[in-house]
């Protein structure tokens, strides 16, 4: 049950990562507005960039985790054969 519940949380497909991408996007997005209200000026727009490109540097890292899978798929099924 909880290996069924498990593979919910697995990122298979592009359009999967592309959708956890966008939503850690809009996570940042909503958390470097609250910077910029809390800090005023040059320090909340430092800390507005510093959120949203922490999304480039995740999102990067989730597409070459995923295509790192799939090519380790693909080796393992034509090994099989």
């Not at 959120?51 to 985790?65: E, N, P, S």
């Amino acid at each position: 049950m909880l290996r069924k519940i498990g593979r919910l949380f697995v990122i298979k497909t592009r359009f999967e990562a592309f959708a956890v991408i966008y939503a850690l996007a809009l996570g940042a997005v909503e958390r470097g507005h609250a910077y910029l209200g809390q800090y005023p000026g040059f320090p909340g727009k430092l800390l507005f960039l510093a959120a949203t490109g922490a999304v480039f540097i995740a999102g990067g890292k989730i597409l070459d985790a995923l295509r790192m899978e799939q090519q380790l798929r693909a080796a393992e099924t034509t090994d099989r054969e």
